[in-house]
Structure formats: C-alpha cells, structure tokens
C-alpha cells in the first residue's frame, strides 16, 4: 500500500488522470475498476474519478499485481524521428506538435501507442506530459502537449471559454454557399453494429457550432476555413456533411460524388488539417502558431489549379 502527499504541481489535477499518470502500464479499466470499488482513497475516503486534487491531500493507493502491468509500447523509430522534426513551439511548460496523419493522439482501442506515447518515450525527463485537446487519427495538424500540470490546468480553462482560436482548413467536395458563414447543428454520438462511433445531426444532441469561410473555390470543391466554436467528437466533418458540402477523403461521412473526386484526385487521407492557435498564457504571453498543409495535400490542390 502507497500513501502520497499530493503537491501544488498536481493541484486541480482530476484524480483519474493522475492515476493513469503514475501507474505506467496498468490497464485503465483495472484504475476505474479500483476508483469504483473504493480501492483507491483521498484523506481516507472514497472519491469519485472526476475528484480534483488538493494541496496536502493523502492518497490511498493499493498494491497493483505485477501481473496486470505491461512494459510501455515500444514506439517506432520512424515516428521518433518524424515528431522530432515537427516541433513547432516549445517553453518550459508547453509543446506544441504538427501531427501527422494516421498517428493517433493516444494508444488505446487495439492502438498500442500514439502520439503522448511517443513524446514520452522521446522524452524521458518530461515526466508530466499530457495531451491537452485531442485531433482525430487522420486529422493532421497542431496539437498542444502540457510539460507542467499548472500550464494544463489553465489551458483547459481557456479551450472551456473559447478563448483558444482554433483553425482548420478543409477540402470539401462541390461549391460552398456563399452566404453559409455558420453551421449549427447539435450533434450526437452513435454506435454502429460494428462498433464502430459515429456522429449525426439530432435534436437529441450537443449544441454544436462551426465557423466557415471560403478560402479558395475550385469548379468541383472548395478549401474552406473551419473555426469550431465547439469541440464535438468529428464536428467539423459532420457539419461540412450537413451543409451538403463533405470533406474530401473522409471514409465516414462522404457521399458517391466525394469519393469519385477523391479517387481521381488520388487522395488517400481525410483533407482536414489544425493549422493555426492563438491563446494567451499568464506567464507566457500571446502565443500565436501556425503549421502549413503537408506536401501530400498541397499536392491535391495544385493538381485542382490545373486547367481541365
């Protein structure tokens, strides 16, 4: 049985994350478990996942069989190097990565390892870490990574009050309504027979907003500009669907006209990129940063400049 003194670095910190921090290699499902069961204890009593931590709270943490741990996924050296090439913006507190496509923001769900896993490995000394906001695995783009609880803790602030400016750029399939400057939809998460999550516009849903400008109009598609003003699980893709208009390359939510472009176009990846942040930090200041479109996608674009 361990009894740790939580410090001010972790203060704020919900309880299940700081579990999943410090017990590398044990599954989530045994930390929940042990949450729900009352295994692991704040100041003697039970406490929920969602629990914040304090300043000089005690926490009860019982003995983890050896055998349900497992040694960290070794990460490929491919990606190693691939991310440190991608580096974009770093200080003492805060790293900001333009991920790739196909990397996963996080093991998890058959993936062995994603991108938090390879920082970590990259990074040994770099022991707190963690994911702030999410992408999806085909979504390439600006992904922001906490070196320091405090510094996360304030991020997730900012991204609740929508005081972080997030851009997106997307290929979309057909023209883009001139006057369509705002789609919203509430959107709900469903599960298909196959497992597989998806999203569709419901009544029953998360109120959901986007922002949308045309940034260059093709005679078959349109590269918008995407703000969302909400952060709904596939809302930029769902709602670019609703307006008629989806993106280029999405295996999810395309139509048979997206896809007969798509494999003209020769493209193999969903057409959506994070490509620019804007926030203000306490300490740091304004922190303004920007990732251009990978040369696979310029190459999209440029194949659509050409003449017919």
């Not at 005690?58 to 990460?75: K, S």
């Not at 491919?78 to 770093?90: G, H, K």
């Not at 851009?167 to 939809?185: F, N, Q």
């Not at 993106?247 to 896809?259: M, Q, R, V």
């Amino acid at each position: 049985m361990q009894f740790l003194t939580i410090d001010t670095d972790d203060v704020g910190q919900r309880l299940d994350n700081f579990l999943l921090r410090i017990l590398k290699g044990v599954p989530k499902t045994r930390i929940y478990r042990g949450l729900r069961k009352g295994e692991f204890r704040v100041n003697k009593g039970r406490v929920k996942a969602e629990y914040r931590l304090q300043a000089g709270d005690v926490l009860r943490v019982p003995p983890i069989r050896t055998a349900e741990q497992g040694a960290p996924a070794t990460v490929p050296g491919y990606w190693t190097e691939e991310l440190a090439r991608r580096v974009v913006y770093e200080d003492e507190s805060l790293l900001i990565i333009d991920k790739p496509s196909g990397l996963a923001v996080h093991g998890g769900s058959g993936l062995n390892y994603g991108l938090i896993e390879c920082l970590r490995q990259m990074r040994p000394d770099d022991r707190r870490l963690e994911l702030v906001h999410r992408l999806d695995r085909d979504t390439s783009g600006l992904v922001m990574v906490a070196r320091k609880p405090a510094v996360l803790r304030e991020l997730h602030k900012l991204l609740r009050t929508d005081k972080v400016d997030k851009r997106y750029l997307a290929l979309v399939s057909g023209k883009w309504p001139r006057r369509l400057s705002v789609v919203e939809a509430p959107l709900e998460k469903n599960v298909v027979q196959s497992g597989e999550r998806m999203v569709r516009v419901s009544k029953e849903g998360k109120p959901s907003v986007t922002g949308f400008s045309a940034v260059e109009r093709f005679p078959r598609a349109t590269l918008v500009e995407a703000k969302p003003v909400t952060g709904r699980t596939h809302q930029i893709r769902v709602h670019a669907q609703h307006a008629g208009c989806p993106l280029l390359g999405d295996p999810k939510y395309s139509d048979p006209k997206s896809e007969a472009l798509a494999a003209e176009l020769g493209l193999r990846r969903l057409f959506l990129h994070a490509r620019s942040l804007r926030f203000t930090l306490p300490d740091q200041g304004r922190i303004e940063v920007q990732a251009a479109l990978d040369p696979e996608l310029e190459s999209i674009l440029e194949k659509l400049r050409k003449p017919l």
